[in-house]
């Protein structure tokens, strides 16, 4: 599903205009992209909730040559999803 499908599903869904659908759901994911950015969690209950991890240094291999390389660090976003979402997928 594209950001346009979702967009129209919402404003469909929730009988508003694309233009408010689409303002909702661009306010959601900076609030998301905020709320990550200072280190916070992000939890909706039933769905599932958004974290950031640290992902340590690791060593792997360039594919063509086979050298050796370094992975730096890193930080990166993590999605559990809920027990509810879970088991609509099921």
């Known amino acids: 599903m ?4 979702l967009t129209a599903f919402v404003a469909d869904k929730a009988g508003i205009t694309k233009k408010a659908a689409e303002s909702a759901i661009n306010a959601f994911t900076d609030g998301v992209s905020t709320a990550l950015e200072k280190g916070q969690s992000v939890s ?3 769905f599932g909730s958004f974290k950031v991890a640290e992902r340590a240094e690791r060593e792997g291999r360039n594919p063509r040559t086979g050298e050796k390389i370094k992975i730096p660090a890193a930080k990166v976003v993590k999605f559990t999803p809920g027990k509810a979402l879970k088991d609509r997928v099921k």
């Open 44 to 46: 909706l209950l039933g």
């Open 2 to 5: 594209t950001k346009a499908e």
